[in-house]
């Protein structure tokens, strides 16, 4: 599964192909835009607990 945000809406898009990937929020084109796997993102980082996976925000300087 991939993930793109939008430079447009910031709007995070997710699918299972990186093919064509149009925003489901603006409709603006984002295949030519990089995936990255779901999940990820710069600043974001995963915790389980209790075998519940919760995407946590690192704050720089509180880290």
């Known amino acids: 599964?991939?993930?793109k945000t939008c430079p447009n809406?910031?709007?995070d898009s997710?699918?299972?192909?990186?093919a064509r990937w149009i925003?489901?929020?603006?409709k603006t084109?984002?295949?030519?835009?990089?995936?990255?796997?779901a999940g990820s993102a710069p600043?974001?980082?995963t915790a389980r607990n209790n075998g519940e996976t919760k995407a946590l925000r690192l704050i720089p300087g509180k880290g």
């Open 1 to 3: 599964m991939y993930k």
């Open 9 to 11: 809406c910031a709007g």
């Open 14 to 18: 997710y699918s299972a192909s990186s």
């Open 23 to 26: 925003c489901p929020y603006c």
């Open 29 to 37: 084109d984002l295949s030519r835009q990089k995936p990255l796997p």
């Open 43 to 45: 600043g974001i980082t």
